[in-house]
């Protein structure tokens, strides 16, 4: 049902609600404002009570850090502590060692205290007992001094009496000194006879010494007999128009080696014969000299020498053709020389090819002849050789070795010249330069390179690279060299500035065991890496290299001191090297698969590593291996 509603009352009534919620709206800000600060005063404990637990860890860690502090504190306390108990300990040692000492000096000078005193107690018994003797020897000496004095009275009586028999026996010496006298000259006379016997007994001793000497110099001579038959036989055995001179071919040119006509042929014989003798003998400044002076003169001004030279001198007919170069072959054919005790470390040829010199452990330096494979001279070194060379004339040879000298002698006569010292340590190559005859080079174990003037016998540089030299050579100027190291690098060194030119590292992947300058100007090195390689040093950089399967190249020397020769034919077309497998591998630089197609040289005589091979100007090779043995190859034609 219906009610009815006053309007005013309604009116009143929705003012009074208006109002209210005016209030609520209010209350409800208020409550809002209210729980926001409620939730932020929570945050706010939250926060602090994270800020109390912080403060409290902190707390914590400030009273641990604290209590370490104070415990390092104690530490470091005690350790001044402990270096001040160490220190006074120390002190203390010290003064006990001191203590020490002066209680064992004291119980030294008790020792000796007590020694002495022994010695004073056992002195003061022998003199009590020397005492106790003198005294009886005293009253014994009252009694003899009685005795003599009764002695002495009847000694005066006899004293007059020998007063007169000493005048009588004065007359007596008198007549004994002129005696005396008379002994003296006849034993003056007797010492004068026995020098004169000792100097005869000396001239005889003389006597049989030159008979020795005589005895050693038939001997001598029986030897030049023997070479000059072998000289002869050669003369007898050579080809139709050639004349063989033996070791004297280095001093001719080929255009004079000519058989003189049969008359004359035992009158060139002799008077061969006796420029060799006068060369043995050392005395060839007389008529070897005018022999040979005559014939080089002839040579340089193409005339005749004179008469009482006794050679003649072909020259090429006109309208004959020119012989034609002959080729260049591998010889096959071995033939075994003598060998070096220990083994044989190096061999090279001389110029013209006629001498071939071999240095070896045995502290000799041979020189031969190539064609009847006979030594002409056995030249002595003080230690064992590692390298040889020939001077650019052929007229000295050089040897260095284990002894730190490079020694040079002449190559004919085997006379020694020159001991050029300078290397510290052993020396390892020797090379001579291809234009001056007066100038080498050599290597050591010091890394030092000497240059040398052969004429006055004197360093002239010196060059120290800063790793270890295993092998140098000249180049196209004798003033400009190479030098192999042990870490494979290749050097080009100045020696008027004494500086490097050119520096190559890491040629060879391991140490460098040979160069050999070739004559075209061009460098043949080798490596303990097995491997050969042709160099053009106007252009410095490898034409070609050289390797074969199975190859393994034959060095001598310990460990990190190793080397070897290799050679190159006169023409430069084969390439030779010795193996460890005691033959001789050689390449064809013709060939275009040089480094694959090779031919090996194989010798019985060779039963060791082939450490060193050389090819002469003759056409005619020789190599040797570490048991010493030299073996020379022959030319023979390949079928």
């Not at 391991?510 to 061009?522: A, C, D, H, P």
């Not at 043949?524 to 252009?539: T, V």
Request: proline share 3%; hydrophobic share 35%.
């Amino acid at each position: 049902m219906d009610v009815p509603v006053d309007p005013a009352l309604s009116a009143n009534v929705h003012g009074q609600l208006v109002a209210l919620n005016a209030r609520h709206r209010a209350v409800e800000s208020l409550v809002g404002d209210y729980l926001v600060c409620l939730r932020t005063c929570q945050d706010t404990a939250v926060r602090n009570m994270q800020l109390r637990k912080e403060a409290d860890e902190l707390r914590d860690e400030v009273l641990e850090k604290q209590s370490r502090l104070e415990a390092l504190a104690r530490r470091a306390a005690r350790a001044q502590q402990l270096e001040r108990v160490e220190a006074r300990l120390e002190e203390a040692t010290t003064e006990r060692d001191g203590l020490r000492q002066k209680v064992s000096e004291l119980e030294s000078q008790l020792g000796e205290a007590t020694a002495s005193n022994e010695n004073l107690t056992s002195q003061n018994e022998e003199y009590q007992a020397q005492v106790a003797t003198c005294e009886e020897n005293i009253a014994q000496l009252k009694a003899d001094a009685e005795s003599l004095s009764e002695r002495l009275k009847q000694q005066e009586v006899s004293t007059a009496i020998a007063v007169e028999e000493l005048e009588s026996h004065r007359g007596r010496a008198a007549g004994w000194e002129k005696q005396v006298e008379k002994l003296s000259r006849e034993n003056g006379e007797l010492l004068r006879r026995i020098q004169e016997m000792a100097a005869e007994q000396m001239k005889k001793l003389q006597e049989v010494m030159d008979l020795e000497e005589a005895v050693v110099q038939r001997e001598a001579k029986v030897g030049r007999m023997e070479r000059q038959v072998t000289i002869e036989r050669e003369y007898e055995s050579s080809k139709v128009g050639g004349f063989a001179l033996g070791p004297l071919g280095s001093l001719f040119p080929p255009q004079v080696r000519h058989r003189p006509p049969s008359t004359a042929k035992d009158k060139h014989r002799r008077r061969l014969f006796d420029a060799v003798d006068a060369i043995d003998k050392d005395r060839g400044n007389g008529k070897v000299v005018a022999i040979l002076t005559d014939v080089i003169k002839a040579l340089n001004d193409k005339q005749k020498p004179a008469e009482d030279s006794d050679f003649e001198i072909v020259a090429s007919e006109e309208g004959r053709p020119p012989v034609a170069e002959q080729e260049v072959v591998v010889p096959r054919a071995a033939f075994r020389g003598a060998s070096h005790k220990g083994g044989c470390t190096s061999l090279a040829y001389s110029p013209n090819g006629m001498l071939l010199a071999t240095g070896g452990m045995d502290k000799v330096v041979s020189t031969w002849y190539p064609p009847t494979r006979l030594r002409q001279n056995d030249l002595k070194a003080f230690d064992s050789v590692m390298d040889v060379a020939f001077t650019c004339n052929g007229e000295h040879v050089l040897g260095g070795g284990v002894d730190k000298s490079v020694l040079v002698w002449q190559a004919l006569s085997g006379r020694q010249r020159h001991t050029l010292r300078g290397h510290t340590r052993g020396v390892n190559c020797v090379v001579c330069s291809p234009a001056d005859p007066t100038r080498a080079i050599s290597s050591g174990e010091d890394r030092a390179i000497i240059s040398w003037d052969l004429a006055r016998g004197q360093q002239l540089a010196s060059l120290c690279p800063n790793s270890q030299v295993c092998a140098v050579c000249y180049t196209i100027s004798h003033d400009t060299i190479m030098s192999g190291h042990m870490d494979g690098t290749i050097r080009l060194w100045d020696l008027r500035a004494s500086k490097i030119v050119l520096d190559k590292t890491q040629v060879h992947s391991n140490m460098i065991v040979s160069l050999q300058r070739l004559e075209s100007g061009k460098v043949l090195s080798a490596g303990k890496d097995n491997c050969l390689k042709l160099w053009d040093l106007s252009q410095s950089k490898v034409l070609a290299e050289f390797w074969a399967r199975d190859f393994q190249i034959g060095t001598i020397g310990a460990m990190g001191k190793c080397r070897c020769s290799v050679c190159c034919s006169p023409d430069e077309r084969f390439i030779v090297a010795g193996t460890t497998a005691g033959t001789l591998t050689v390449w064809d630089t013709k060939e275009p698969s040089a480094a694959k197609k090779v031919q090996v040289l194989r010798t019985p005589h060779h039963r060791e590593p082939v450490v060193g091979c050389a090819w002469g100007r003759q056409g005619d090779m020789a190599s040797c291996d570490k048991a010493g043995v030299v073996v020379f190859w022959r030319d023979v034609p390949v079928e």
